[in-house]
């Protein structure tokens, strides 16, 4: 994804999540204004009803007034020590729970003009209590019943809290999701690119041997270049272009049993370092062309493992072929081998053009190549590397690079050996 197009996308994305967490946190604070609204409503018919019954109860109401006659400053203790609070608690618990309210509450009876009023030494605004009006069994204005709730604020809390919750998952899964998708989209755009790449590099490798072909077939049929050194010659061309196209045809062939992971592996018990040695032989011809060296340090006391023969040489060639591939000088490597934690480990080291920190996690993906600066320099078609490491995990093992820019490489294989199996 370009930089600018993935900037607008994420900026795009946080602004539907800012939208989506605001919508939720306004959702919320409604339901727990009706929520309250409802409470109020519902409070407020309870203390209604009990009001009403202790009304109709004459002997309570009498008690009442005896009561205020006496003392009107010890009203709410004089009620007490009568019973008559028992009795008033009952009554209210009866129609809250009608409500479907089963919080702990406060009770008192306030006097006329005793706004604000203390419970337990702590001073009460109103507004934090609900309240209903005795005119009826006081016969005196200013009596009120006041019951104040101090969870009221935790039970609304607890009602919205599965609300909440599931709006906290609900965006979170959303958060993740998104990602998730922006990941993938980022994933299929570097397929495609890669993809891009490979058909632009396969074209341009399949235009030079058709091209010599060509040539040749041409030159062939006219009649002053008939000798028979020079058909030879021709024939020769031909014939060598045509492996190479084999070679090419052979290598997608390859690429796409690595994308399918259609891969039979024949295991057997096998000597490692012989793979190495026949692997070091398939080279050297390369590298008397080139003038190169190449070095074995198999210091390894046991290399017998379990693996399939041909697949773990081609491990080894592709490897080898890479570091010859990749060197501006005169290719040297070093290939070694040692015992670490009941695994034998491989290393391939090279003096080559090495590899970009911000290149090598990318270096053992399907297509990829190591950009150049030139679709047409970059070697090959990008399968070496991914098969290698497919076929080492296959294997139980592991593959990693270690590179700096014009120090060169060096890749390690780890194997687990037979005797620890």
Known sequence: ???????????????????????????IIRSIKFQE????????????????????????????????????????????SAGIWEKIHSAIDEELKSYDIDLEYDMFI?????????????????GKYYSHGLYNIFQQAGYELVVRFPSKTKFFLEKTGLMFLSSVVLILLIIVSISYL?????????????????????????????TSIALASNMIRKERYSGRDKLNNYANLIFKENKKLQHLVESLLHLAAIERNEFDYIKEKI???????????TIEMILLETGGI?????????????????????????????????????????????????????????????????????????????????????KGFGIGLAYVKKVVEAHNGSVIVESKIDKGSIFTIQLPLISFK
Not at 3 to 15: I, R
Not at 321 to 327: C, D, E, G, L, P
């Open 294 to 378: 190449i070095e074995t340090k198999l210091e390894a006391s046991n290399s017998e493992i379990f693996a399939d023969k041909l697949h773990i040489t081609n491990v080894l060639v592709n490897l080898l072929s890479n570091a010859i591939k990749y060197s501006k000088e005169l290719p040297r490597i070093e290939i070694s081998t040692k015992i670490l934690d009941e695994k034998i480990l491989v290393n391939v080291k090279d003096n080559g053009i090495g590899i970009p920190l911000k290149y090598q996690k990318f270096i053992f993906q399907n297509y990829y190549r190591v950009p150049t600066g030139d679709v047409h320099n970059s």
């Open 182 to 210: 922006l990941k993938i989209y980022q994933q299929e755009l570097r397929i495609a690119e890669h993809t891009k790449e490979l058909l632009n590099n396969v074209s341009h490798e399949f235009k030079t041997p058709l």
């Open 37 to 80: 609204k409802v409470f109020e409503k519902s409070v407020s018919l309870a203390l209604n009803q009990t009001v009403a019954n202790i009304t109709e109860n004459k002997g309570i109401c009498l008690m009442m007034q005896q009561c205020i006659a006496c003392d009107s400053l010890k009203l709410n203790l004089q009620l007490t």
């Open 110 to 126: 306030v006097e006329p003009d005793s706004d604000p009023f203390e419970i337990n030494g702590k001073e009460i605004q109103k």
């Open 1 to 27: 994804m370009k930089n600018p197009v993935k900037k607008y996308v994420l900026a795009f994305t946080l602004v539907i999540i800012i939208a989506l967490l605001l919508i939720q946190v306004g959702w």
């Open 271 to 281: 000597n490692l370092h012989d793979i190495i040695d026949d692997g070091v032989t």
